[in-house]
């Protein structure tokens, strides 16, 4: 995966956060997940996918939380809804396993 950070032409500032998804599913396990990786940055094992546009690119980048927060120069937000839907995941999952 490239580092879009070092290639010129790629917008740094200016991205809106459209949303935040868990791609792990309800009742999987750690080492079935199909982590995906930053289309930033590269770092690899991203559970918490945040998706992010910009006017003047044409597709959607799917990206880490501190990515995010970066390219949408917003640092609360990105970090806020990705705490939201990680203790919702905690909450299902207690839930599922309780007698």
Known sequence: MPNYWKIPGVPHKGWSLD???DIREDGQAKWETPY???MMCGNEKIRFVHIVSHPEVDEDFRVGCVCAEKMTG???NPE???KDLRNRASR???WMGKQ
């Open 74 to 76: 917003d640092y609360i």
């Open 80 to 82: 806020r809804r990705e």
């Open 19 to 21: 949303d935040v998804i």
């Open 92 to 94: 299902r999952s207690n």
């Open 36 to 38: 995906e990786s930053c």
